[in-house]
């Protein structure tokens, strides 16, 4: 078999590079491990940046979102105990954040690979890229027991963190800069209506919890846990009784408890690997950087790689020069380390720490003073949190 470019990973980085690609008149296949079903299982942030917003609308796969996602003009952070809104919308003439679940950005990008007749191959194991430094890159994989061989031009490696892409890459050629939190989030999604309108991220004693929502019925909270704790230590009674401990009085009132549909356990780990490619193989989103989920920042960052490379395959193969595709790296990584920086303030801001001491502590609340009571201080907020522009390609 022969394509132009084969995407390793039918995560949303995948699937919204292969539409991208197909759009522009170039060919290309998905090899994806897991089957359709097993990717759209798994629960993930759901806060769009304005700028992913756009992405998906050019890429033709917004008509869903813009019927059910949910526009917000604000975001809140309640510091112990005291509720302050951020008013995205004023702060940034009009621009704002839509709260969609990435799990339905998936699917609608699913939906449209299939009306495209793109090729996806799901169930593929042993996938390995090969040559990726030559002229000639291939990748093989099983389907089925039987072995597969696809020759292409490029390799985006859109597997997430623990796939195979960056492994490919030789020993010596990659640079890793890593941050582990001592804390994880639990997460519960209920069918019941949300704590608020907008979404709450609190700082608390006991620890950071915030409020978020799928839609008006349907509600996604999160609790700090220690690193080494397990779900099976949280019924739902401890779940809702723990939150509410950490909201403000009158928000913990309110709350509409219910049982669980899902509930799980995510580390924090802030990842990015330098370069984002080699030879003829490019990594796309978590396959090349991870960020903690405080600011929603995972799959917006991702989605951000897929732009930039589309645009500069796009522009390789119209021109016939590929010079430019030396660039991505670079062109990724300015904007990620921005997201990287941002993640890990809000992170370290909203967190209690094990270690934090009693001066530690101060200097954290008197942090969040000086930016909510600054228009400046809020305003940095806002930008980060709605997304800093994409870089131009010139
Ligand atoms: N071969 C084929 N497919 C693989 C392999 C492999 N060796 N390893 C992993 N995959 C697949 C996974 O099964 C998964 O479907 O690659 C896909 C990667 O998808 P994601 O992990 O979702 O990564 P990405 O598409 O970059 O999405 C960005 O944003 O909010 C964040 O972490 C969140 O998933 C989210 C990400
Ligand atoms: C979510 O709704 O799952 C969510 C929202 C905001 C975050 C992280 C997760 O920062």
Redesign the pocket.
């Known amino acids: 078999m022969r394509t132009q470019v084969v995407i390793?990973?039918?995560?949303?980085?995948?699937?919204?590079l292969g539409q991208l690609l197909s759009r522009s008149g170039i060919d290309n296949v998905i090899?994806?491990?897991?089957s359709a079903e097993?990717?759209l299982s798994?629960i993930?942030?759901g806060v769009l940046e304005q700028g992913t917003v756009d992405l998906l609308r050019q890429a033709g796969v917004s008509e869903r979102l813009e019927h059910e996602g949910q526009v917000h003009h604000g975001v809140e952070f309640a510091i112990d105990g005291k509720r302050e809104r951020l008013d995205l919308h004023e702060l940034l003439d009009g621009r704002c954040v839509t709260v969609y679940g990435?799990t339905e950005v998936?699917r609608d990008l699913m939906a449209a690979r299939k009306a495209s007749g793109g090729i996806t191959l799901y169930h593929?194991?042993?996938?390995q890229p090969h040559e990726i430094a030559g002229e000639s890159p291939y990748v093989t994989?099983q389907i089925a027991g039987e072995s597969v061989r696809i020759d292409c031009d490029y390799i985006a490696g859109?597997?997430?963190?623990?796939?195979?892409?960056r492994q490919a890459i030789p020993a010596g050629v990659l640079t890793e800069y890593e941050r582990v939190y001592p804390f994880g989030w639990l997460g519960l999604l209920s069918d019941t209506p949300p704590a608020s309108e907008e979404l709450i991220y609190a700082s608390h004693a006991r620890g950071f919890a915030l409020c978020s929502m799928r839609s008006a019925t349907r509600s996604r909270y999160y609790l700090q846990v220690d690193a080494g704790d397990a779900v099976e230590n949280w019924s739902d009674e401890r779940f809702w009784e723990e939150l509410k401990a950490r909201l403000p009085e009158e928000t913990a009132a309110q709350l509409v408890t219910g049982p669980s549909l899902e509930k799980s356990i995510a580390p924090l780990r802030s990842y990015v690997v330098e370069p984002m490619q080699y030879g003829r193989l490019f990594l796309?989103?978590?396959?090349a950087h991870?960020?903690p989920?405080t600011g929603?920042?995972?799959?917006?960052?991702?989605?951000g790689?897929v732009r930039n490379l589309h645009l500069l395959l796009e522009r390789a193969y119209r021109t016939g020069n590929p010079s430019c595709l030396e660039r991505y790296s670079e062109l990724c990584l300015k904007r990620i380390w921005a997201a990287v920086r941002f993640s890990w303030w809000m992170t370290t801001a909203l967190h209690r720490f094990p270690d934090t001491d009693a001066f530690t502590q101060r200097v954290q609340d008197a942090e969040w003073r000086a930016l909510l009571d600054s228009r400046a201080g809020r305003t940095t907020i806002a930008e980060n949190y709605v997304g800093l522009p994409f870089p131009a390609l010139d």
């Open positions: 390793i990973g039918a995560g949303p980085s995948g699937l919204l090899l994806e491990r897991q097993h990717v798994r993930r942030a990435q998936t593929a194991s042993a996938v994989c859109c597997d997430g963190f623990h796939g195979v892409s796309v989103g978590d396959a991870i960020v989920p929603a920042k995972g799959l917006n960052l991702a989605l790689d």
